[in-house]
Nanobody, 119 residues
Framework: VQLVESGGGMVQPGGSLRLSCAVS????????MRWYRQAPGKQRELVAA???????NYADSVKGRFTISRDNAKKTVYLQIDSLKPEDTAVYSC??????????????WGQGTQVTVSS
């Protein structure tokens, strides 16, 4: 299982970024995908999730500004981030919980991509 994020960078407040998470090693279309972020000195925070059917959920802090989507053909999950604020500065990571035939659950993470919002 591999998850590889990209698309981070440094942007000014009010700017936008589109993060991508390309996956391999499992049947992408069968699993819920999640984006997390972790700011320096803070706990990791779940910011968005998307189900196999395309239903989405967001943390209150990002509702209306973040949009999660998925492309099953490309095995990629995206996070569109608009109206960026300095407090959005964090390492953003995608995650998946793989469930084996025996019912064991394994949590996988990507390496993360840095988003820095600064003027």
């Amino acid at each position: 299982v591999q998850l590889v994020e990209s698309g981070g960078g440094m942007v000014q407040p009010g700017g936008s970024l589109r993060l991508s998470c390309a996956v391999s090693g499992f049947t992408f279309s069968n699993y819920v995908m999640r984006w997390y972020r972790q700011a320096p000195g803070k706990q990791r925070e779940l910011v968005a999730a998307i189900t196999t059917g395309g239903s989405t959920n967001y943390a209150d802090s990002v509702k209306g500004r973040f949009t999660i989507s998925r492309d099953n053909a490309k095995k990629t999950v995206y996070l569109q981030i608009d109206s960026l604020k300095p407090e959005d500065t964090a390492v953003y990571s995608c995650s998946v919980i793989i469930i084996t035939e025996l019912g064991y659950r394994f949590l996988y993470w990507g390496q993360g991509t840095q988003v820095t919002v600064s003027s």
